[in-house]
């Protein structure tokens, strides 16, 4: 049974707020894994991962400078060079941190690769959505394999025109300041198309909107996202009720 796309949106928000409210790094282990093994099974693993990587590697580096090696809290000192010192707190919370991080970027990458962009802005209409959310939402959804394409194509003209790309550094650098000119001047000239688009088919026009599509919506997952939305919700609680302080 095919997910509904709010269904699909729902349950990546929840495992998020949930998995940042309960800052445990096993279970964010879990949900992290659950999202590789959910995106090996629709085939897109690999793409998941190859932008996981490309989003996570500076962050966990960050976070592993930070407080791997200047964790004020940490006592128990495994290394240490001048006002640098590796310690077992220190470690211990940035591998909480970057689990939790790490478990949220999977869950968004994998809706983001599955989802039906067209399915759900439908969805959106149906529910009276704000059209200009539902765009800006559509937007960013298939605004990185838009990019993808795009550069795809650029190198490729700039290939069958000569253009070599050497191994060295420079030459590299080079490369992609010729690529990213044409890139961005495509880009900010479909933005005006679109802006124009929309316009002539009265997107900022008020009242009630209607769409060719239907997408099914079964009771079964509605009552799923109400269960997912009252534990992301409780979750949220008892995470701030912890924090607290008591008074006597």
């Not at 099974?41 to 791997?68: D, E, K, Q, T, Y």
């Amino acid at each position: 049974m095919r997910l509904h796309p709010l269904t699909a949106l729902t349950a990546a928000c929840c495992a998020a707020v949930i998995t940042t409210a309960a800052a445990s790094w096993p279970l964010s282990v879990t949900v992290a894994l659950a999202a590789v093994l959910l995106a090996a099974r629709a085939g897109v693993a690999r793409r998941m991962l190859g932008a996981a990587a490309v989003i996570l590697a500076p962050l966990f580096l960050s976070l592993l400078v930070l407080h791997g090696l200047f964790f004020p809290e940490g006592r128990t000192v495994l290394a240490q060079w001048g006002p640098a010192r590796v310690t077992a707190e220190g470690l211990g919370f940035a591998l909480e941190l970057a689990s939790r991080t790490g478990a949220s970027v999977l869950v968004f990458l994998l809706f983001s690769l599955t989802v039906s962009v067209p399915d759900l802005l439908t969805a959106l209409v149906a529910r009276r959505i704000p059209p200009q959310f539902s765009f800006v939402l559509a937007s960013t959804l298939t605004l990185v394999p838009e990019i993808a394409r795009r550069l795809e194509r650029i190198r490729h003209a700039q290939e069958a025109r000569g253009l070599v790309v050497g191994g060295g550094l420079l030459s590299r650098v080079a490369a992609v300041r010729l690529q990213s000119v044409p890139l961005v001047l495509g880009l900010v000239e479909d933005a005006g198309v679109r802006a124009q688009a929309l316009d002539a088919r009265g997107f900022s026009n008020k009242g009630p909107r209607t769409s060719y599509r239907q997408v099914a919506d079964p009771p079964g997952q509605r009552l799923f996202r109400a269960a997912a939305l009252l534990l992301a919700a409780s979750a949220v609680v008892l995470r701030l009720s912890s924090s607290w302080p008591v008074r006597g």
